[in-house]
T-cell receptor, first 111, second 114 residues
């Protein structure tokens, strides 16, 4: 079955440093979504990437979808303490109405 | 709109007991999902319902049953709880009209099986 690998599993950064998490799928994806989960909370949708090579930005967050639509990354510039949480990628293939989540990257920001 | 609601928020069970986790959405979504989240394992799909009247197994269906009661409600049942089912359970929904749709998650049910 489809597998979505995500690294790193944990990341500690000093406030102001940059952060990147990477996702890699075993199969070509129709789209990839990113979610953020705050400690004790539930996953909340951040963004969706659909096109090969697509790059999207949300303030300090930059999302990329690979040319082969099998990998993606989330980059946060100049992290803040509000960025603390776990970031998940979720890949979807075809129209089967289900997505496969990566294991998540837990980000800790040290003030 | 309440979005996706789940009950109960917390539950403690003894091994062998049964229980049903309830989920409801008020967004007129067709597709609904049950995930479990364990440390170091991410979110794993248990069952999903692409539309009212259909259910399909996900990645980890063993030990669970589901019922899509109507368009709004999707319940998850543990017939004989085991300690391995200690987890946080999330229900989610989406419109189900195509690919690449946002999933909206409920607040979760934290289950401890002793």
């Amino acid at each position: 079955g489809q597998q979505v690998m995500q690294i790193p599993q944990y990341q500690h950064v000093q406030e102001g440093e940059d952060f990147t998490t990477y996702c890699n799928s075993s199969t070509t994806l129709s789209n990839i979504q990113w979610y953020k989960q705050r400690p004790g909370g539930h996953p909340v949708f951040l963004i969706q990437l659909v096109k090969s090579g697509e790059v999207k930005k949300q303030k300090r967050l930059t999302f990329q979808f690979g040319e082969a639509k099998k990998n993606s990354s989330l980059h946060i510039t100049a992290t803040q303490t509000t960025d603390v949480g776990t970031y998940f990628c979720a890949g979807e293939t075809g129209g089967y109405q289900k997505v496969t989540f990566g294991i998540g990257t837990k980000l800790q920001v040290i003030p | 709109n309440a979005g996706v609601t789940q009950t109960p928020k917390f539950q403690v069970l003894k091994t062998g007991q049964s229980m049903t986790l309830q989920c409801a959405q008020d967004m007129n979504h067709n597709s609904m999902y049950w995930y479990r989240q364990d440390p170091g394992m991410g979110l794993r799909l248990i069952y999903y319902s692409a539309s009212e009247g259909t259910t399909d197994k996900g990645e980890v269906p063993n030990g669970y049953n589901v019922s899509r009661l109507n368009k709004r409600e999707f319940s998850l049942r543990l017939e004989s709880a085991a300690p391995s089912q200690t987890s946080v359970y999330f229900c989610a929904s989406r419109t189900g009209q195509g690919v690449g749709e946002t999933q909206y998650f409920g607040p979760g049910t934290r289950l401890l099986v002793l």
